[in-house]
């Protein structure tokens, strides 16, 4: 795929020596920026086509211009630190714009080293830079005023992002769910209209969001996509005459030509996994080319786990290594993996994390996530090593697929893929769509629970010190949440009131676990477990939290007490002289050290002591106690289940299956819903029943009428 250069140079712009161009759509990001007359502005070029640097353009090349740059994973974020370094060197930028990473943990850290609380320490970074990468999640609360205290004025913090910074960007946007999605708007709302400034949003994502798009519309926010693909600004040339000649007219080759093979399995969680074992020498033959460099993307933690010790062993006796690179994996291991001749990892490095590999081995859940994972090969003709340069030579994809699909790809009488052909990205990218599992986007999630994130933000807005700042601010956030997320004001704040009333008759206590849960960016976990990995080389990041369900399905774990588990941390800290964040472990429902990855995965399920019937029946989201973990053979689980017993959790009970449920409604991979019984079905040999917990709970509310208008009954898929 090469992309097109722009016209011209945008007016008083240096290119770095050797760059004769920008790509187009890179001059129109900076152009729109500087157009007063758009507010939010949509790069969708495609992946590996250059969207960062048309992000940090106007903050390379212009003095006292600030941005905020939002990642989905601090992973990304991470990456995209060492990028941007590199950009001010190439800019030669002056003077130089002062960059800082802001995750929990580093914030946490800085906090504590400083003697300060967080709200000062946010401060702090956000004086002392000109550049900010963060995530959406530390964004989202600073906005919600969760760092501040009670008597603080809400504003505190996001008064200062709004004088100090002139453009937010959104990477990776398309990874988000409704909401993520409906947090970002309300806040881009509460930005408009309560700050004098005209503030600028920038989205990057190779996949538009014509929903968001619309409700930004709706809000009044004049939006302006830039879609290279439309435009015609891509070409895909076969032949090297063809090539040379787009070379020659400055356009610029963005990812190389790659051969995608793909490879039929059954559809269980451990196929691929058992598929790549038996088939190790197919992977070692990918080195038979000098210098060849690969990645082995897979959907489980505990599978990567597992493949990367036999990969290890299978691949040293050749003077080749594997590196790993998950969510359980420290920084440190993460940072080895990407030097190693192969890296086995989950959807950390499938996230935007720009690594130089010539052939890859992915399995995929979805057509989103097929395509988010091939975007990975063909962006680099080469990688340094010891200095010396080393160029691939061909670029190969192996996607680890159901049956089905290879069916509905090759084998069907209109079969839209045929052996040996060339296609076009986009052109293949559309087939990938059609044929392969698309994932539910909760359309209703934003009518039905987006408004209270908003009426949490038109509460804060009316805080007695602040409340005549912002009197004509509360009036016209109403009116355009209301009108962007089609809902109503007034049921909100019923249902608000309903939702805690209901909490305190069930426990006694102040609070409103619902709206809290509504309220959230990502959910809370009630299921999130203290880790001691003795499996971790290094000390110091032998200290992970981890969910319940992934624990009872892989792990072999041993019990120990939050005080045990602290003790050990302390003593860490203290051994290694390396601070660890101990924030995250605050909440944790239990603790416990992981001994092993266990060679199979194990069933289990959720129980109720009582009958469950009449709660689903209810048809809403619920706080409930009582619920339990029945797996055989498990000598730790009665003490979790002390513990989980006695917890009161947001959830939304089905009355199917689990299997039927995340068909039917199309769920993403790792949505929190799990099987259920109760005493009328403790031995059935398969849980008739589905729960989903928090942020799920109300996702699974917006789809519940899919059961609900058949009376529960089963449905044939």
């Given at each position: ?6 016209d ?54 212009k ?11 601090n ?10 370094e590199?950009?001010?060197e ?7 714009p ?6 929990g ?5 800085y ?16 004086g ?29 913090l996001?008064?200062?992002i709004?004088?100090d ?27 408009r ?19 968001f ?16 693909k439309e ?38 969680s451990?196929?691929?996994e ?8 197919q ?27 036999f990969?290890?062993d ?6 080749l290594?594997a ?20 890296v ?20 995929s ?60 990205r986009?052109?293949f ?17 934003y009518q039905?629970w ?13 805080q ?12 016209v ?7 962007a ?7 909100v704040?019923?249902?608000?009131k ?6 305190h ?29 003795l ?7 032998s200290?992970k ?25 302390d ?26 990855y ?34 055989p ?11 989980l ?11 199917r ?23 009328h ?32 009954k089963?449905?044939?898929?």
């Amino acid at each position: 795929m090469f992309s097109a250069p722009a016209d011209s140079l945008p007016q008083g712009l240096a290119l770095p020596d050797g760059w004769s161009s920008l790509a187009w759509h890179q001059k129109e990001t900076l152009d729109a920026l500087n157009n007063p007359e758009i507010d939010v502005v949509f790069n969708v070029a495609m992946t590996g086509d250059g969207k960062s640097l048309a992000a940090y353009l106007k903050s390379l090349t212009k003095k006292l211009f600030s941005v905020i740059a939002l990642y989905p994973t601090n992973e990304l974020a991470r990456d995209q630190e060492s990028q941007i370094e590199n950009y001010i060197e190439l800019f030669q930028s002056k003077p130089k714009p002062r960059c800082h990473r802001l995750s929990g943990e580093l914030l946490e850290l800085y906090a504590e080293n400083e003697e300060i609380r967080k709200s000062e320490a946010i401060s702090s970074q956000l004086g002392q830079s000109e550049i900010v990468m963060s995530n959406p999640d530390i964004f989202h609360y600073i906005h919600r005023g969760a760092y501040l205290t009670p008597y603080e004025n809400r504003d505190k913090l996001w008064g200062k992002i709004g004088l100090d910074f002139d453009v937010l960007i959104f990477d990776e946007f398309h990874v988000f769910s409704a909401p993520q999605i409906s947090s970002v708007l309300n806040t881009m709302l509460l930005i408009r209209t309560t700050q004098s400034l005209n503030k600028k949003f920038l989205f990057l994502s190779a996949t538009p969001d014509h929903e968001f798009i619309e409700r930004l519309k709706i809000a009044g926010f004049r939006c302006h996509v830039i879609d290279p693909k439309e435009e015609n600004k891509y070409q895909f040339p076969v032949t090297e005459a063809d090539q040379a000649e787009l070379l020659a007219q400055n356009w610029r080759k963005v990812v190389s030509e790659i051969n995608l093979q793909f490879i039929a399995l059954e559809s269980n969680s451990r196929a691929s996994e058992s598929w790549l074992k038996e088939n190790a020498e197919q992977v070692l033959a990918q080195f038979s080319e000098s210098g060849s460099k690969g990645a082995i993307i897979l959907n489980s933690v505990a599978s990567v786990k597992r493949l990367v010790q036999f990969f290890k062993d299978y691949l040293e006796p050749h003077g080749l290594t594997a590196g790993e690179n998950t969510g359980l994996s420290s920084k440190d291991t993460k940072e080895k993996s990407l030097a190693s001749d192969l890296v086995i990892g989950t959807s950390t490095i499938d996230v935007g994390v720009d690594f130089k590999i010539n052939f890859l081995f992915f399995e995929s859940a979805d057509a989103g996530n097929f395509i988010q994972r091939l975007g990975r090969l063909g962006r680099h003709e080469g990688y340094k090593k010891n200095n010396e340069y080393i160029q691939f030579k061909s670029f190969r994809a192996y996607a680890l697929v159901p049956n089905f699909f290879t069916e509905r790809l090759f084998d069907k009488n209109d079969a839209p893929l045929t052996q040996n052909e060339f296609y076009e990205r986009p052109s293949f990218h559309d087939v990938i769509n059609t044929e392969y599992r698309s994932i539910n986007q909760f359309y209703y999630y934003y009518q039905k629970w987006g408004g209270f994130q908003s009426f949490k933000l038109l509460l804060d807005l009316k805080q007695k010190p602040i409340q005549k700042t912002y009197e004509e601010s509360v009036k016209v956030f109403a009116e355009l949440s209301q009108r962007a997320l089609n809902f109503k004001l007034g049921y909100v704040a019923h249902q608000w009131k309903k939702f805690g009333q209901e909490w305190h008759e069930l426990s006694g206590k102040q609070g409103n676990p619902v709206t809290e849960e509504a309220c959230s960016f990502r959910g809370k976990s009630d299921l999130q477990c203290g880790l001691y990995d003795l499996t971790e080389n290094h000390e110091a990041s032998s200290f992970k939290t981890y969910g319940l369900p992934g624990i009872l399905s892989n792990l072999e774990i041993e019990p120990i007490t939050e005080k045990e588990f602290r003790r050990s941390l302390d003593q860490a800290i203290k051994q290694s002289g390396q601070p660890i964040a101990k924030g995250r472990f605050n909440y944790c429902l239990a603790f416990m050290k992981l001994v092993r990855y266990r060679d199979e995965r194990l069933d289990w399920k959720f129980t109720y002591n009582g009958d469950l019937l009449d709660l689903i029946n209810r048809w809403e989201v619920q706080v409930l106690y009582g619920f339990e973990i029945w797996q055989p053979d498990n000598r730790w689980i009665s003490a979790i289940n002390k513990r989980l017993s006695k917890q009161g959790m947001v959830v939304y009970l089905l009355p199917r299956p689990v299997l039927e449920v995340r068909a039917r409604l199309q769920l993403p991979m790792h949505f929190q819903i799990y099987p259920i019984c109760d005493r009328h079905s403790w031995h059935d040999p398969k849980a008739p029943y589905s729960i989903a917990f928090g942020q799920s709970a109300l996702l699974i509310d917006t789809l519940a009428y899919y059961f609900k208008q058949d009376g529960g009954k089963a449905w044939i898929f």
